[in-house]
Every structure is written in structure tokens, then in C-alpha cells.
């Protein structure tokens, strides 16, 4: 996998059912996203640098076992392909052998100052190049 | 729309961005469902009382517009359909005339205490029936 | 009680001990400042108007009882003083008739622009009268 | 210090004024918590095996700087007393040579069937006993 990040369950992340609360899973994913920023571009303030940013288009999970507090989730994954201004990031969360998550998130570019779709610049599209699945 | 119910958007709901943080959206999500179950079965516990709870199987969410601080969302929807054991919930996320969100949650019924697959019980069935979309 | 607000305890804000998840209960006073700009000066964004914004200097909170899901808790309260920078919000979180948590959060008064320790604005103090403690 | 951990601040814990939100703050208190008793009893669970849990009495918190998005927070500390049914935890958050927050959080400790407030038992006394400030 182009992509691996481990995190750790934290108690206040849990639920009364005693498991991760499903939203979390959501913004785990834009943890993933700020470390995928540092391995591409160095940093997302150095994303930011290119007048571009990105915002969540579509975001589709399936959720087939229960996260636990204190679990060290690993998250895996990379992009599935890069269109002319949205790239569908792909990521699964395991806790050793088992997968917990899939999340399959469209991220959309824009402008920094409107906020209009763009196309990708050509020196985000390099970064991310090593970050695409086979 | 069979279910409708309003909330307003929190300071700590929004990102550095200025907008709703995406992942809140799916925790709005969780809020809606208490409702339904107010408006269905009396209260959540009166649910958990027929022997069964529930567990997001897969969730799928489109992002339209950006929520923003202090705006009062309303979220509209209802089931799709009834399965043998799942249900899909349908809501759309409004802010006045604009469609900010669109989200697509399947609910898994389980066995309270084995945690195991469950048929949907016949009186929650029922309690469901008033909520089906058209 | 110059100010009160009510709000209803989500799912989502419980942890694995089915109580509310302490920090939660900093939240909903960022609740209540919200609900406490809109009753003094018509809403936040007015007091942005201003110059001024205000960041939290102290927070200090006793936490006599557990709150659960689906409690409507009852915050009322007021200020203390209004220093020459800073303002002193006291805070009672009900449910019924027990009193949940107490909290004293002292907020600074900074400019919008720089960030640096100001003088509360008059039309802010006067806007704060009525929300004096007696 | 007898305690030290470090976290990364993530992007959905900032608010709109692009700082890390009060409350998380509170949050980061918790999962410093669970990272002491890994260190003296060796996980949480093994501290609920000697029958008792802790819930949280006061919280007492300045914030003297604000915390960014990605800034990496030094977390350092320990308990200023152990009293007979309570314990007091001082911890200090750091970016770099910058105090950020200064936190007092006591903790009660109860019976884990019937959340009566209960003696510290011997065992989780010897365990924080290096975790004591000098």
C-alpha cells in the first residue's frame, strides 16, 4: 500500500455501546488526510502554498467490525486515480489481521480565494503520484 | 417528508476552514436517529427494550454546500426500504432553500446481547412503518 | 437567573461509561457563549463587529453528577464582574432539579486583528449589563 | 517529570479562529490519562480489574497560549497528592519551550458497581507512587 498510518483509540472516542462512535471513523480519515499531505507535498500548509485546497465531496464507508477503545487502527491506502479537479482517496482500517473500515473519500479542488472547483496543478499531481493504487 | 427535524450548527462543529467539519455531518447523522426512534418506538431505551440495537453497516454522503457556524440545518428524510435485517435511512440536509448534504445510512439490527445479525422485530417493523419514504 | 439555555445530551457525547464525556461539558459552554452574544449584542458575528473577540483565560469546573443520554440539561447563569479585559461567566448545568456541574470561565477580551489583550468595548459592556449576576 | 506524552493536534480539533478548541484541550487530558495507567498498572483495563474506576471531580485549566493545527503537544506531569478517595493530576502543555496550558484535574475514584466513591485500593497506590511530583 502507497499509504500507512497507525493511530490510537482514544476512551472519549467510544460510544455507550463501549465501541468507536461511527462518525470518528470520518474524521480519522482526515487525520489520514493531513499525513498524506506531509508525505506528498511536505506539509498541507505547503499544499495551501499552491493556491489550492481541498474540500469532501462524497465520502462512502463500510463499516464491518466494531472499533475498540485503546486498538491501534492502521490505516491504509491510497488514490484510486486522479480526475481533472477531484481525486477518490481509498482507505482501510485494520487492527492487526482484521479489516474494521472502508472508506472511499472523493476530495474536490479549489480555489483558496473563491472556493471554485480547479483543476489539480500539476505540482500536487507529482506529489500524489507515488500515493496512487496499482 | 416523514421525519423532519432541525438543529443548529455549534462553533466546535466548525474547522479552521470556517465550515462544518465533514465529519459532523455523519455525527448529525446519529442525532436525526434518536429522533426517529422518539418518533417511532417512544424513546431510543423503549428500541433497546424489544432486544435488539443497531450498527451502522455502511454509510454514503454527498457534500453540496458547506455548513456553516450558527445556521440552523434541517434534516429531512426517512427509510427507503425495510430489509430482512437492515434498514436504509435517507437524509437530506437543508439550510433555508439550499441542499447542503445528502446521506445514505444503512442500519444493521443486532441482538443486544450477542451482538449477532437480528431480523428487525415485528413491532419495530410497525414503529418504522410511518417513516418509509413514498 | 440572567441567562438560560437548554440542550438536549446526544448519543455521540457519551463515552464507554454512558455518561458524559467530561470535556463535552467545556463544549456546551461554548454552546451557552453563543446563545449569551445572541441575547446581549443580536449574535457573535455583531460582536465581531465590534473588533473584539474573546478566547478563554481559565476555565474551572466541578463535576458533582453524572449526565446521560438523551438528558435535557438546563444551563443557567450569568457574569460575575466584567474586569477591564476579561469577564467572569458562572455557570450551573441542571437536570430537573440536581445540579450536574458548575462552571467559572474567565474570557479575555483580544483585538481581531492582533490577537493582543483590549478593553471590552462600551457597547459590549452595556450589552452584558442585563447578564450581570446580582 | 514523572509523565510525559506527546500528540499531534489534528485539523478538525481547531475551530473557526483556526486554534485548537477549549474544549479538546479538556480531551487531551483524558487520553493522558489512559497513557498513566498503561504506565503504572499497566493498561486501564488492568485498573478496572481492581474493582475501582475514577470519574473526573474538578477540572481547573489556564490557557495561555493557543495550540495550532499540527503543532506536536508535549504533555507532561503527575499527581501533586494522593488523598484517601481522590488524586490530583497537574499537567503542563507544551510546543516546544511554550507553556500553552496548564491543567489540575481530581480525580475521584469509585466502585465499579455502584459508583460510590470508594479508597484508593493499595495496589493502584504503589502504581502511581512514581507518577508523584517531586
Chains 1, 2, 3, 4 share one sequence.
Request: charged letters at 25%.
Amino acid at each position: 500500500m502507497p499509504f500507512s498510518h497507525e493511530l490510537r483509540v482514544r476512551y472519549g472516542e467510544c460510544d455507550a455501546q463501549g465501541i468507536v462512535f461511527n462518525a470518528n471513523f470520518l474524521a480519522f480519515v482526515d487525520v489520514a488526510l493531513t499525513e498524506i499531505w506531509r508525505q506528498s507535498m511536505g506539509s498541507y500548509d505547503l499544499l495551501l502554498e499552491t493556491g489550492v485546497d481541498t474540500v469532501v465531496g462524497e465520502a462512502n464507508m463500510r463499516f464491518l467490525l466494531p472499533g475498540r477503545f485503546d486498538d491501534v487502527l492502521r490505516i491504509e491506502g491510497g488514490f484510486d486515480d486522479l480526475g481533472t479537479t477531484s481525486a477518490t482517496l481509498r482507505l482501510w482500517f485494520h487492527r492487526g489481521d482484521e479489516l474494521l473500515v472502508e472508506a472511499d473519500i472523493r476530495y474536490v479542488f479549489v480555489d483558496l480565494g473563491s472556493w471554485e472547483k480547479v483543476e489539480i496543478p500539476e505540482v500536487v499531481r507529482r506529489g500524489l503520484g507515488p500515493l496512487l493504487l496499482g
